[in-house]
C-alpha cells in the first residue's frame, strides 16, 4: 500500500480479472464478452466465479452482480466499461 495516498501498488506480472456472476444472468453474459476481449487484448488473465456456489460471495456482492475484481479489488459491478477495464489493466 502507497501510505502518502492511500493506494494499492499494482503488482507486477500479469494482472488478474474475475468476473463474479451468476448462470442464467444476461449481465454476466455481457461482462464476459467485454472481460474476455480486454484480456485477450491486454494479456491479463480472467477468471469466472459463480456467486451461488460460494456462500461468502454470495453475502458480499448478490445485489451486484456482475462483479469485476482486478487483481482481488472490486473494480466494477453490473456493466462493465471496455476502456475503463483496459484502463485500470494498463493498456
Known amino acids: 500500500m502507497d501510505g502518502m495516498f492511500g493506494r494499492t501498488r499494482k503488482k ?7 468476473l463474479i456472476g451468476r448462470p442464467g444472468c ?3 453474459d455481457d461482462a464476459r464478452a467485454v472481460i474476455e476481449s480486454v484480456c485477450a487484448e491486454t494479456g491479463a488473465v480472467w477468471e469466472e ?3 451461488t456456489r460460494d456462500e461468502e460471495l454470495y453475502r458480499a456482492y448478490w ?3 456482475p ?3 482486478v487483481d482481488g479489488e472490486q473494480h ?16
Not at 507486477?12 to 474475475?18: A, D, F, K, L, M
Not at 466494477?76 to 493498456?91: H, I, K, P, S
Open 12 to 18: 507486477s506480472g500479469p494482472r488478474t480479472v474475475t
Open 26 to 28: 444476461h449481465l454476466c
Open 49 to 51: 466465479k459463480d456467486i
Open 63 to 65: 445485489e451486484q452482480i
Open 67 to 69: 462483479v469485476v475484481l
Open 76 to 91: 466494477t459491478f453490473w456493466r462493465v466499461d471496455a476502456g475503463r477495464l483496459r484502463r485500470e489493466l494498463g493498456a
